[in-house]
């Protein structure tokens, strides 16, 4: 199988569940040309997911090693999944720019109820909890304030790939099984893919939840419009354990070729290049 690339990638330095190094082997193993590993960035709160803030010079210091033992076999990158938390924490942030890394992602993984973290990246239960908890049980809120800081970090800028694009709709669909039928869904959502066409960014097919349930992130019912905008896209796996480095990769090929979307952004020698899907 061509096409073996995967540049959102978890490990012990954050959620995952295996150190850096174990995922390198399994991308050689595999047959990888490049692999990229974007621990999440630290953020100033306390939480159980997120790389620590005096971890950061470690991890760097490790992707470099490993860059150099590695080179003969595969070429590695250093990213960081970075939050847009608010207007001074987001990956354009003098803190994050100044940093030496080959690629960033921009995610949402937090909304605010005043001053208070709400996750909504959580499991389903919890995630309604927070719903009804942090804001009246009113979901159209929670969802068009996902969409609303993601067009935000967008148009804010700071980085290259835009990480699992509507996300919250897994968890919003446990609560309205119909909700990408709602008007005001279609509406926003395309108004976050516009954003993107108009940014240049590439998109990442998050494959992590295929096996699972089914679905890419983005859905793929809106590959159709990714196609008419013209927005680049990467595959990504989403890897939190070695395993599943290459979950979902065949399966999002074959779902973009279907859709007339004939290539893939592959990171090569540093540089993100245009590169035929070769299934």
Wanted: aromatic letters at 12%.
């Amino acid at each position: 199988m061509k096409n073996l690339t995967n540049y959102h990638s978890h490990s012990t330095f954050c959620d995952g569940k295996a150190p850096i190094e174990d995922f390198i082997r399994q991308a050689v193993k595999m047959g990888f040309s490049s692999y990229g590993v974007s621990s999440h960035a630290p953020v100033p709160f306390a939480n159980h997911w997120s790389m620590k803030k005096e971890n950061l010079n470690m991890y760097l210091e490790e992707m470099n090693r490993l860059k150099e033992r590695y080179s003969s076999q595969i070429e590695l990158y250093t990213g960081l999944e970075i939050d847009y938390l608010h207007e001074d924490h987001h990956p354009a942030s003098a803190f994050f720019t100044q940093l030496l890394l080959d690629y960033r992602i921009g995610s949402v993984h937090i909304l605010y109820c005043g001053n208070t973290e709400v996750d909504i990246d959580c499991p389903p239960e919890e995630f309604k909890r927070n719903v009804d908890t942090y804001f009246d049980g009113d979901l159209k809120r929670v969802v068009t304030a996902y969409f609303d800081k993601m067009i935000k970090m967008i148009q804010t800028g700071g980085f290259d790939i835009v990480g699992h694009a509507d996300k919250i709709t897994y968890n919003a669909s446990t609560c309205d099984s119909d909700i990408r039928e709602r008007s005001w869904y279609s509406e926003k959502i395309d108004e976050l893919f516009e954003t993107v066409a108009h940014s240049g960014l590439i998109m990442e097919i998050n494959t992590k939840a295929y096996h699972r349930h089914g679905i890419f992130f983005p859905h793929q019912k809106y590959f159709h419009r990714i196609k008419e905008l013209q927005i680049p896209v990467t595959v990504n796996s989403d890897s939190h354990l070695p395993d599943y480095i290459n979950d979902g990769r065949e399966e999002a090929l074959h779902t973009l070729k279907q859709h007339g979307i004939n290539t893939v952004q592959e990171f090569v020698h540093k540089k993100w290049r245009e590169t035929p899907i070769l299934i």
